[in-house]
Each structure stands twice: as C-alpha cells, then as structure tokens.
C-alpha cells in the first residue's frame, strides 16, 4: 500500500533559527496534503495544507513547498520558538469511496534550544 | 467552542474487561474517526463514519465496536480488552471527505490493558 514517510526522526534547531522539517510520499495520485503539529499529551493539530496544484503554501511563520516531480513534502518554520518543540507530521489525503483517506507518517521530533 | 472533546483521559482495564471511549463534536462535522497511536508508528485508522447512522471499518477494526446515533457523538466500545489495544487513541472529526477539510482531533484517551 501506499505510505508517507519522514527523512528524519529528530530535529534539533537553536531558537531563533530557520527549522526544516521534511516529508516523502509514495502515492502519486494524492492531491491534498497536510502539516500537523503533536505537543506531549495532546492530540494533532492542524498547521498548514496544501492542494497538488500548487507548490508553494504561506502562512504565519510556515511554509510547505510541493515538490510532486520528486514526491517530496517539506515545512519550514520561521524563526523557531521553545512553543515549536513539538512531533510534527506529514499526511496525505486521497478520496476513498466516502471517507477521507489520510497516510500519516511516524512523525519528526522538533527540539528547540534556547 | 470546545472542538472534539475525548472522555477519559487514562484509563487501566484488565484483560477481558470492557469499555467505552466517548467522543463528543460541537462543530456538527458529518465525519468522524477513530484512531490508535502507538509509539513509533502513524495513526491507524480504526472506525469511521460519514454520518449519524453510518459506520465503517477502517484499517485495524479487529476488537472494537462503533455506533453514530447522533452527529455529535461517536463512542468506540472494546468488548474484551487484550493487551495488544494498549495504545492512545484519538477521535477526530472532518468538515467533508477530502479537498480543503483537515482532521480536527481530540486530546486523547490513554489506555493500558494488563
């Protein structure tokens, strides 16, 4: 079946400091991709999304790029907090009959040092 | 608006014991889901449904029981608890199936089965 998957298991990024966060997929017929951000004890949260259409998404402080020629999926956050520490996982969604589909990945952990 | 609220937040069951996870969604989202998280691996799907009425397995149903009599409520019930449904699960709601509709999650409900 198909899978997401995340290069790396953990991030360490000094406050202050540009994160990168990146993501591969296997499946070249999702159209609709997704960030979320996991702090200990929660649940996932929402970040950013981002349609096959397009390649570039913005918004405050992050930023997905859409590389479908290489299936590669990345968030880039900003001058990154101590609030950013957190899991943050790659999804992908396709339409399977009448639910909605979502491939997770296992995950990155996002350290920040002060 | 309290989002998907997860009752309880622990909980230890002995082996062969019974239970109910209750799920609870202001949002008046047609979709919901169940999902288990274990360490190291993605969420997996376990029940979804796409309105009050309907259910559907998903990906690892084996041990679990749903039912969706109203929009706002989807509880999961485990009728013999086995060691291997250790795992923190998530219930998670969705505007619609696909395109702009990112999952809306819970915090969680923590359980371990000895």
């Known amino acids: 079946g198909e899978s997401v998957g995340l290069h790396l298991p953990t991030l360490s990024v000094q406050e202050g400091d540009n994160s990168i966060i990146n993501c591969a997929y296997s499946?070249?017929?999702?159209?609709?991709f997704i960030w979320y951000k996991q702090e200990s004890g929660k649940g996932p949260q929402f970040i950013i999304d981002?349609?096959?259409?397009?390649d570039k998404r913005q918004g405050q402080r992050v930023t997905v790029l859409l590389n479908k020629t290489v299936k590669h999926l990345s968030l880039q956050i900003a001058a990154t907090q101590p609030g950013d520490s957190a899991v943050y996982f790659c999804?992908?969604?396709?339409?399977?009959?009448?639910?909605?589909?979502?491939?997770f990945g296992t995950g990155t952990k996002l350290q920040v040092i002060p | 608006n309290a989002g998907v609220t997860q009752t309880p937040k622990f909980r230890i069951l002995k082996i062969g014991q019974s239970m109910t996870l209750q799920c609870t969604q202001d949002?008046?989202?047609?979709?919901m889901y169940w999902y288990r998280q274990d360490p190291g691996m993605g969420l997996k799907l376990i029940y979804y449904s796409v309105g009050a009425g309907i259910t559907d397995k998903g990906e690892v149903p084996n041990g679990y029981n749903v039912s969706r009599s109203t929009t706002e409520d989807f509880p999961l019930r485990l009728e013999l608890a086995a060691p291997s449904q250790t795992s923190v699960y998530f219930c998670?709601?969705?505007?619609?199936?696909?395109?702009?509709?990112?999952?809306?999650f819970g915090n969680g409900t923590r359980l371990t089965v000895t």
């Open positions: 949002m008046n989202h047609n979709y």
């Open positions: 981002i349609r096959s259409n397009m």
């Open positions: 499946n070249s017929a999702s159209d609709y």
């Open positions: 998670a709601s969705s505007y619609s199936k696909g395109g702009d509709s990112p999952l809306h």
């Open positions: 999804a992908e969604n396709g339409n399977s009959g009448g639910y909605q589909k979502v491939t």
